[in-house]
């Protein structure tokens, strides 16, 4: 309780300092809080409301109609998000405020309980470790802004308890429970949490005065626990996926386009259309990204600067009679036109 209170006020703290919502006028919605998670939110009140344009499944009021079971279970399934339909649909973004507060206070409070089962120590000094991480560098810079991420601060500690649990081979059918509303609340953070809670579970397997028999049956304990977990969570995970594979793919866009090869590495680093590696002050630019993905490697390449020479990435340049011979041999040229059989022409010029 003490983290949970020390986190969630020192986050309420700061952003009054800072004059931000709710405590003043400076905007939280930045991101995709206000373009995308906000709006969630507020079809998620007309839902429990009984006032949207759809259902559960499909929604009328975005375009001409769009599919919503998705959204719902990628973007609205931490617990919290509920508190909206308690709030009139004017002050919407008071519950989604609420959402990354309480689960500030919950990850620190969760994880004092996992701290404690790591190594017994103090109850303070545990807490206050909890409040560094509810409030860390991921949850300020990154997380506040995506409601359905800040579950994942409370999937990590959630997965360490069920881990615990596993080593001390009790409470399979409750960790199992855990598993599941860590990855049904959010499949994305809580997977990236099971990896932290394996690599913690590997090393206190590795430093617990445990046979090898006995680490075999925590490890299977572990995997039973997890899969049963993503299994409880299939009905949503499965949604998720086939929503992915569906999804109309984004447009083809090729970055560095127009880039162009320079008779010296100076001239490359003073022309904005090219991208300089590895400046130095006594030569200029050392490497140059020479050629558009589509039409290359996409690699930069080492190069003396001059024509008539070739080189080749992690190879010293040499020079060449042509750039056909150069070709032949496997080298790049770094300037002039491209040239040579068709074979070449991922790379020659």
């Known amino acids: 309780m003490l983290a949970a209170l020390l986190s969630m006020g020192a986050y309420c703290l700061a952003l009054a300092v800072h004059g931000s919502y709710p405590f003043g006028p400076r905007s939280r919605s930045v991101n995709d809080l206000g373009n995308q998670f906000v709006p969630f939110h507020a079809r998620l009140w007309d839902l429990l409301h009984g006032g949207a344009h759809g259902d559960l499944f499909f929604n009328w009021g975005s375009g001409y109609g769009v599919p919503f079971l998705a959204d719902f279970v990628t973007y609205l399934m931490n617990p ?45 000094l545990r807490a206050l470790l909890a409040v560094g991480y509810g409030l860390c560098a991921w949850v300020l810079n990154d997380g506040y802004a995506d409601p359905m991420w800040m579950w994942g601060l409370v999937s990590l500690p959630l997965l360490g308890i069920a881990a615990d649990w596993c080593l001390r081979r009790v409470r399979w059918v409750t960790g199992t429970l855990l598993v599941a509303v860590a990855f049904a609340g959010n499949f994305y953070t809580a997977a990236m949490a099971a990896l932290a809670t394996g690599l913690v579970l590997a090393v206190r397997l590795t430093t617990d005065a445990e046979t090898a028999g006995g680490r075999l049956r925590v490890v299977g304990r572990a995997a039973g626990m997890t899969a049963a977990g993503v299994a409880l969570a299939a009905p949503v995970l499965t949604v998720s996926l086939r929503a992915s594979r569906v999804a109309q793919p984004p447009p083809t866009a090729v970055y560095g386009a127009g880039r162009r090869c320079w008779t010296s590495w100076r001239s490359c680093c003073r022309a904005g259309t090219a991208t300089c590696r590895r400046p130095t002050s006594s030569s200029g630019c050392r490497r140059c990204c020479w050629w558009p993905p589509s039409r290359s490697s996409g690699r930069c390449r080492h190069g003396s600067g001059s024509g008539g020479r070739c080189s080749r990435w992690g190879s010293a340049p040499r020079s060449c009679g042509s750039r056909r011979s150069c070709c032949g041999t496997g080298w790049r040229c770094p300037t002039g036109a491209r040239t040579g059989p068709p074979s070449c022409s991922a790379g020659c010029w």
């Not at 919290?80 to 339909?85: K, Q």
């Not at 990354?100 to 990850?107: A, N």
């Open 80 to 124: 919290f998000s509920l508190l909206v339909g308690v709030f009139p649909r004017a002050l919407v973004d008071l519950p989604v405020f609420l959402v990354t507060l309480l689960s500030i206070g919950l990850g620190a409070a969760l994880m004092t309980v996992l701290l404690g089962r790591l190594r017994p120590g103090p109850g303070v």
